[in-house]
């Protein structure tokens, strides 16, 4: 029986494993991989202290950072499927089919892309199918690719493309563009780029790679087809909080509710931090602030329970 569980390693994994250790805590971090959503990210210019670093580089130091604690355990890549309520605290079951057992969990898991579900994405995913512009713009130079979404996402996505590519079709579900203005003034002078609004992708072409697109045109009510190698799927991340739903609220989006003052749960003994949350604001420096906080409430969570 450990102190306390922390599943995940991105900033607010890695802020609450500092702080636990710090505070003596028997911690045990679980986690898929360290880092979390931005170390795919070419350059992060706004955490705090550094003017640039690269995602790579911002995983390197916060694994450094944790790894340097001595009360800290550390199981990585593993991956929580289940935490059940036992009679002290809690149990959690690993892909590894590993059960390890705490008074107090944080969970930090985070949030990953949604997907689109349709015939051919998972097939071709890797294969003209990509959901990181940033890290995957480079491989489509002189081919015409498509973005799906054009929310803030896919305006950005297709932005970066243009760079590379030879055309870009920026295509929405909705009547017009949805995300940032000065996003979508740039998208609009654009001369490679071509948006499609009213338009719902059904299905990936390939063979050995993507070679097309199929999409409903509600305009005109027919099915249409482009020939694109390259397909970016940019609509919104989902939170990672499947594992855990059954004993904690969550909001409609999946999200965990958490007190904000606390990163306490509905559930004493469970706390939250970051992307999983309902933070408003999903970003690096806040997710570890939250970490910090979910930490230090999990240590009086502890301390009041005389369990310390
Ligand atoms: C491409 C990109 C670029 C970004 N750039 C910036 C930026 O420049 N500045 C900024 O402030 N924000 C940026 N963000 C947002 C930022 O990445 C998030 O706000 C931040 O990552 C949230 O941190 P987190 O620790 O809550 O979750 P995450 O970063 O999502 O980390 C979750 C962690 O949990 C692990 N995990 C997930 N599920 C499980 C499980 N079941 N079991 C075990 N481990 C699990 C994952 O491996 C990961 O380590 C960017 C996001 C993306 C996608």
Redesign the pocket.
Known sequence: MRDVII????????AAGVYSARKKLKTLL????????????E?????IGSKKIS?MEFAKILEEHIRAQENIEIKM?????EVKKISDGFEIT?DKNNSYQAMALII??????RRLNIPGEAQFEGKGVAY?S??DAPVFKNKSVAVVGAGDAGLGAAIDLARYAEKVYLISNKKSLIGDMSLQEIVKNSEKITIITDAEVQEVLGGEFVFGLKYFAQNDNQIKELNVEGIFVEIG?TP?SE?VKKLVDTNPKGEIIIDHRTGATSRPGIFA?????DEIY??????VG??VVAALSAYNYLLNLEKL
Do not use: H, L, M, Y
């Open positions: 599943i995940g390693g991105g900033p607010a994994g890695v679980i986690t898929e991989s360290f880092g979390g959503q931005s170390a795919i990210a350059s992060i210019e706004n955490w995602g890549p593993e991956n929580v499927i690993t930090t898991s985070g949030g990953r892309r990181c940033t890290c991340s990672n594992f931090a970051g992307f999983a949350t999903k970003q690096n420096n806040i997710a939250d970490g």
